[in-house]
């Protein structure tokens, strides 16, 4: 606007004001300003105005405060920022221009979802694994190093030992994400089983028992005969076994899946043999030596016993020499090879009667005399033999044999008191009858010649006879 003044004597003069009308705000352009996604902890952004305009800028949530271009932030933490900016000019303050974007300076975490065992008996593995982020991966085996590999990452012909898978992930910054690794053994030996004790190859028990370890840790499972394989430790008992043939079986597993193997087989023989007398002597005779066989249904060793003795053991054939005059009973049982002892010994009775009566030299026994009565014990004397070395005497009383001895001289004493056949005789009022014989060689021998004689006497009243 110009206003001019003119005075009386013409002198004119002028003024102006000049001034503007700006209706139109300032608007911001961004020229620099980071990727949408960084990796870098700081940030400049630089930036314009539409008309000549001072600024003010806001980071994140703090206030805005006057700035100018570029405007710069350092130390930036991970995750999204947002910055504004607004120009402010004639007509006023134009609108916020607003840049988000992200930081990411760390790498994705990896999860391996799927693996082998620890240990285990296989020598493939498989390994699938995720990253926490949009990734690619990196995987090594053992000492390799790393290469790009799939989500899904398959190993073959493995050897026994250690191994460690190792995978990485690698986000769209190309932040480097942690390591995560698995180690595991692989072992295909199986482990040693050992039956440490079990039955006999052959008994009579209806009862088992097994005891049975490995080589290394491990369970155990067991089967007996056609059963079925169940879990089982050491030791392993059955009972109620039936006769016959059985197979017993255990197998170590170790923490890999690896089996080994042992088995056992026995014979169960709980059935006691039955016994035979085959062949023996009369059931009546005057001999005293007398001779059995016997036998049983199978292989078997044999047990005697005599009278009133213990059994013990004896041949399938078994002799007897110098038995008394009297009857005898005879008892065998048969233990089979599993120890099963015949509780029905077979028996076999027979009687020895006094031996025919011999024509003897008149003579032969001297003293007593025949039918003599005697009060005490007497000297018994007969007639020497020849080359004879020992004598048999044998005393009986009232049919009854109560002393047998074997003096080396023609006479014997008898005594008031003394014991036979684990009894103990006395010299008592009857009939007394007494036979010699002379012995040769060695008196274990039992090699005797023909009878010298017999005589009686008597002690007491009784009157002899026969």
């Known amino acids: 606007f110009t206003v001019r003044a003119t005075d009386l004597s013409g002198n004119a003069a002028t003024s102006s004001y000049t001034w503007l009308i700006e209706t139109t705000l300032p608007v911001v352009t961004l020229t620099n300003k980071p990727n949408i996604a960084s990796k870098d902890s700081t940030a400049s952004f630089s930036f314009t105005a539409s008309k000549p305009a001072t600024f003010q800028c806001k980071f994140d949530g703090a206030a805005f405060e006057l700035c100018t271009s570029p405007a710069s932030y350092s130390s930036l933490s991970d995750g999204p920022h947002t910055f504004r900016v607004k120009a402010t000019g004639t007509a006023g303050t134009g609108p916020e221009t607003v840049y988000a974007w992200t930081i990411d300076t760390a790498g994705p975490t990896t999860a391996i979802t799927d693996k082998p065992a620890d240990p285990t008996s296989s020598r493939s593995a498989s390994f699938a694994f995720a990253a926490s982020e949009p990734a690619t991966f990196q995987c090594k085996l053992d000492d390799g190093a790393f290469a790009a590999c799939s989500p899904l990452q398959a190993y073959g012909n493995l050897g026994d030992g250690r191994h460690v898978f190792v995978v990485r992930a690698i986000d769209a910054l190309s932040n480097v994400g942690a390591e995560t690794a698995y180690a595991w053994s692989i072992e295909t030996r199986p482990p040693l089983a050992t039956i440490t004790s079990a039955p006999a190859a ?45 197979a017993f079986v255990v197998r170590a597993i170790d923490s890999a899946g690896n089996t080994g193997v042992a088995s056992r087989g026995w014979t169960v023989d709980a059935t006691a043999p039955q016994t035979r007398i085959d062949s023996a002597p009369a059931r009546s005779t005057r001999a005293t030596s007398a001779t059995f066989t016997f036998s049983a249904g199978e292989p078997a060793v044999f047990q005697c016993r005599l009278d009133r003795g213990a059994f013990a053991p004896c041949g399938a054939r078994k002799a007897y020499k110098a038995l008394a005059r009297s009857p005898h009973t005879l008892a065998v049982r048969a233990i089979d090879s599993a120890g099963n002892v015949d509780p029905t010994p077979a028996v076999f009775k027979w009687t020895i009667g006094r031996p025919a009566t011999r024509t003897v030299a008149k003579y032969a026994l001297f003293a007593p005399a025949p039918g003599a009565r005697v009060t005490r014990p007497p000297l018994l004397r007969w007639r020497s033999v020849s080359r004879a070395s020992y004598y048999n005497v044998q005393l009986y009383r009232g049919g009854r044999k109560v002393l047998t001895a074997w003096p080396t001289r023609s006479r014997l004493a008898l005594r008031t008191r003394w014991t036979y056949g684990g009894r103990v005789e006395r010299f008592t009022a009857g009939v007394y009858r007494w036979y010699v014989w002379p012995g040769f060689g060695r008196a274990s021998d039992r090699r005797y010649g023909r009878l010298l004689g017999s005589s009686a006497f008597v002690v007491g009243r009784a009157t002899p006879h026969g």
């Open 202 to 246: 052959l008994g009579n028990s209806a009862i088992a028992s097994f005891s049975f370890t490995a080589d290394e840790p491990a369970t155990f499972q067991c089967k007996l005969d056609e059963g079925e394989f169940e879990a089982c430790s050491s030791p392993a008992s059955y009972a109620g076994l039936r006769d016959g043939g059985h």
